[in-house]
Structures are given as C-alpha cells and as structure tokens.
C-alpha cells in the first residue's frame, strides 16, 4: 500500500522558534492536505494543495509542495504554545477518493 | 459551523461482542469515512462510502467490520466479534464532494476491549 511518511516523529522547540515538518510519498499524488490535532482532540483541517510547486500561507504557517508533487512541507514561524498538536499530512493519488494520513510530527511547545 | 456528531464518546466492551458505532454526518455531506487511531499512532483508513454503498476499504476493513446507512441519517460502523487489536479511537469524517474535498472529521468514538 501506499507509504506516507513524515519527519520528524516529534519536535520540541522553545516558544518563539520555528518549526517544519516534512511529508513525503513514495507516490505522486493528486493533492495534499494537512491536518492539526491536538492532544485528545481530533484532526482539523488547516489547508489544501493542488499543484506542482504551489505555496500557501496562513498567518504563521507556510504550506509548500513540492514540484514533483510527491512531498510537502509545513513551516510554523515563532511557535506559539497553542501550535501543540500533531500535525499530519493526508493524501490522495489520481483514481481514488480516499485520504491516506503520513505518520505525523508530534510537536511540543517549551514556554 | 455544522459538526460531525458521533455516539458513543466512549464503549467498554468485552473479546467477541458486537459493537456499532454511529455517526451523524453534516446535512450536505454526501461522502463517509471511517477512520482508526490506535493510540499515539497515525490516523488509519478503514473505509470509504458514498451513494449507500463502499467505495474504497482497506486491508484493515475485514469480514468482521461493515458499514451501513440504514436511515439516511446515520452512518454506522459495526464491528461483529471484536479482538483486543480493536481498541482505538474511531473517527467518522464526511466531505461534500469526492478527491479534493475537505474531511470534517467527528470527535470520535473511544473503543476499549477487554
């Protein structure tokens, strides 16, 4: 089956630092998605790409994928206490519907 | 903002009972997911269905799981003789269109088996 890999597995940062976690498929896919969950809490959208190379932002989060449409990235700027969570990237490849989540990047925000 | 309602928040059971796990999707949703996340592990694809039957499962998804809508409104995940590998949090997440769509995911259903 398809693998959806992230890293790292876990990331502490002190508040203020920045923080990335990777997404890669052994795959090219159709689009991308990444996900927050908090702890005991369930996954939340954050925001969607579709094409080769495309870049996103959202206040202190930039979203990129990559050009040959088989990895992403998450970058946090400045990590603030309310950005613990895992965050996962979910997948889809052409000719299904179904989302495959990568393995997650637990992060930890040291006050 | 719509939610995705599920029941129950938590079950106990114990090896070999049935369980059925329900979810309430979001009114315009037309797409259902039932996804699994043992604990402190990644969020695992069961199964996918849209238009009252499945469109997608995974190796996970075996004999002993099935999903129905028998009324409409809920989507119901059962399992029929559950194993000690069962215990997980279960999520239900709808989506409004296939593919590129967002997953609104429910908060979830904690499964203990004894």
């Known amino acids: 089956g398809q693998q959806v890999m992230q890293i790292p597995q876990y990331q502490h940062v002190q508040e203020g630092e920045d923080f990335t976690t990777y997404c890669n498929s052994s795959t090219t896919l159709s689009n991308i998605q990444w996900y927050k969950q908090r702890p005991g809490g369930h996954p939340v959208f954050l925001i969607q790409?579709?094409?080769?190379?495309e870049v996103k932002k959202q206040k202190r989060l930039t979203f990129q994928f990559g050009e040959a449409k088989k990895n992403s990235s998450l970058h946090i700027t400045a990590t603030q206490t309310t950005d613990v969570g895992t965050y996962f990237c979910?997948?889809?490849?052409?000719?299904?519907?179904?989302?495959?989540f990568g393995t997650g990047t637990r992060l930890k925000v040291l006050a | 903002e719509p939610e995705v309602t599920q029941t129950p928040s938590h079950q106990v059971t114990q090896m070999g009972q049935e369980v059925i796990l329900r979810c309430v999707p979001i009114?315009?949703?037309?797409?259902f997911y039932w996804y699994r996340q043992i604990l402190g592990q990644k969020v695992e694809f069961l199964v996918s269905f849209y238009n009252n039957e499945i469109s997608e499962k995974s190796e996970i998804f075996d004999d002993q799981f099935s999903v129905e809508r028998p009324d409409g409104s809920n989507f119901t995940l059962k399992i029929r003789s559950t194993k000690l590998e069962d215990s997980a949090m279960y999520f239900c997440?709808?989506?409004?269109?296939?593919?590129?769509?967002?997953?609104?995911f429910g908060a979830g259903s904690r499964l203990t088996v004894l």
């Open positions: 979910a997948v889809t490849t052409s000719g299904t519907y179904k989302y495959i």
């Open positions: 790409l579709v094409k080769s190379g």
């Open positions: 009114s315009n949703h037309l797409y």
């Open positions: 997440a709808t989506a409004s269109g296939p593919g590129a769509n967002v997953l609104t």
